[in-house]
């Protein structure tokens, strides 16, 4: 059954609306009829639930979904999902589950070496996301810093520590900066040009007039391919900057660090291979199942130095065997096998899989480029990176304008599109390719989604 129900919806979402009717309380009419009392059948469940699930989410496997960084799941990682799940290992310790730990281990080293950074020099750990691994990254670059810190906590610098990112960088930090007890007052958001890309001019300025204010400046993060527009800092000039200051250089590619495996993306991302570590999100560009993020770093010794904890319930042999126990070296504890689905794919398609499907996406979002200039449209963001941030070219429209018609679009269920505020003032429609299974007929179908929006509006 959990086969056929797959099957049939791999096959069928196409034929689906994007995105659903929300009615959160038919919502809750529909759990009224799942009964923790009176439980049911599994096939009743399984059956039932599954059916309900795919009538009320936006389906970000949609080839017709232009949305945020969510993903068609690839075949074999939606395999590798499952069999985690069936074989449950857990990941804590080394010795439960040493051919999955040395996985993920091939897969950091693996990555990390095409990013740049050298096979014998790296070190890492899968995360839940981006999210945690830029928390992990902070973390780091505080206990390098001060490594007082482990021990008597943020009270023991005797200063104020402040961190720099843009102002398009993303929000992650801004949670960072709060869960690590710094503030969210410690995060430098330093704007943007008009390519929205950091203002390196006013970093320099930044760093000095902060020290001179007696801040103590630690950390540089770099975006490769922001959320809103998917636009790449200066990386080799931050980490110049950063190596002039002597401050840890962290970049989120969260998102376009995979940009690495297509040749003629990789100059991107020049700069990238100076980091001292790096986030990249699998479950974004590389198109496995939620949730799988990466923490590289050029670091070693920095994640067990972090994290390390000693106890006695915990297996042994790993200290025996001189390998890092994952609960000794990164943020997680009880531990999913979350590089499964990376490597099942990544063992299948190859780096040239890989390679063509992200060529494939930036020529699919090059297409909708010049299909939007065609039909009355100017873009507004500057990236090579499949992201086209728009506008119309005959008018200027508010941001609520620019919400009716991606509503609109939504509502007609042919499509998923998003509004962004592009450096705090420019309001677009934004659309992403997120899906190795876009093809030009779905371009084409967005286009006049919106054309029929427009003239509604
Ligand atoms: C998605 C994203 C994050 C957050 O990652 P999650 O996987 O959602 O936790 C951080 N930074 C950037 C640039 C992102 O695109």
Redesign the pocket.
């Known amino acids: 059954e959990l086969v056929a129900q797959a099957e049939e919806y791999i096959e069928g979402v196409e034929s689906l609306p994007v995105a659903p009717v929300l009615d959160q309380a038919k919502l809750q009419q529909l759990l009224d009829t799942f009964s923790f009392d009176d439980p049911g059948t599994p096939i009743d469940v399984l059956r039932r639930f599954t059916g309900e699930l795919k009538k009320h989410q936006v389906h970000t496997p949609h080839p017709s979904y232009f949305g945020l960084?969510n993903p068609a799941p690839s075949f074999m990682g939606i395999i590798g999902d499952s069999i985690t799940a069936t074989l449950n290992p857990q990941l804590a310790g080394w010795s439960h589950s040493p051919l999955a730990v040395e996985t993920e281990r091939r897969l950091i080293e693996a990555f990390a070496e095409k990013l740049g950074l050298a096979r014998d020099e790296t070190d890492g750990c899968m995360t839940s996301?981006?999210?945690?691994a830029?928390l992990t990254a902070l973390l780091c670059a505080l206990v390098d810093r001060w490594p007082g810190v482990l021990d008597q906590g943020l009270q023991s610098i005797g200063a104020r520590p402040v961190f720099y990112a843009s102002s398009e960088s993303?929000h992650?930090f801004l949670k960072a900066a709060r869960t690590a007890g710094l503030g969210a007052a410690a995060l430098h958001l330093i704007p943007a040009t008009d390519k929205l890309t950091m203002d390196v001019a006013l970093l320099r300025m930044a760093i000095e007039e902060d020290r001179e204010l007696g801040y103590e400046p630690f950390l540089i993060v770099g975006?490769a391919?922001?959320?809103g527009a998917g636009v790449v800092d200066p990386l080799a000039e931050l980490a110049d900057i950063a190596r002039a200051n002597r401050l840890w250089f962290h970049v989120?590619a969260?998102?376009g660090g995979p940009a690495i495996l297509v040749p003629e993306l990789r100059p991107v991302l020049a700069g990238i291979e100076n980091a001292d570590s790096i986030?990249l999100?699998p479950?974004?560009q590389l198109s496995v199942p939620m949730?799988a993020?990466m923490f590289m770093t050029r670091r070693r010794g920095i994640l067990g130095k972090t994290f390390s904890v000693s106890t006695t319930y915990m297996p042994k042999e790993a200290e025996r065997l001189a390998v890092a126990d994952p609960f000794v070296h990164s943020l997680q504890w009880s531990r999913r096998f979350i590089g499964l689905k990376l490597f099942m794919t990544l063992a299948t398609v190859g780096w040239a899989g890989y390679s063509a499907i992200l060529r494939h996406q930036a020529e699919m979002g090059d297409l909708l480029r010049d299909r939007l200039r065609a039909n009355g449209w100017t873009i507004v963001n500057q990236t090579r990176l499949p992201v086209v941030c728009f506008t119309p070219s005959d008018q200027t429209w508010d941001m609520a304008t620019h919400q009716r018609v991606s509503d609109a679009v939504v509502k007609s269920g042919s499509a998923w599109i998003s509004t962004i505020l592009l450096g705090g003032s420019v309001p677009a429609l934004r659309a992403c390719i997120t899906n190795y299974r876009t093809q030009p007929e779905h371009i084409e179908k967005l286009v006049t989604a919106l054309t029929k929006a427009r003239e509604l509006n």
């Open positions: 960084f996301g981006g999210a945690e830029n993303h992650s975006t391919g922001t959320t989120d969260a998102w986030t999100d479950h974004k949730g993020g």
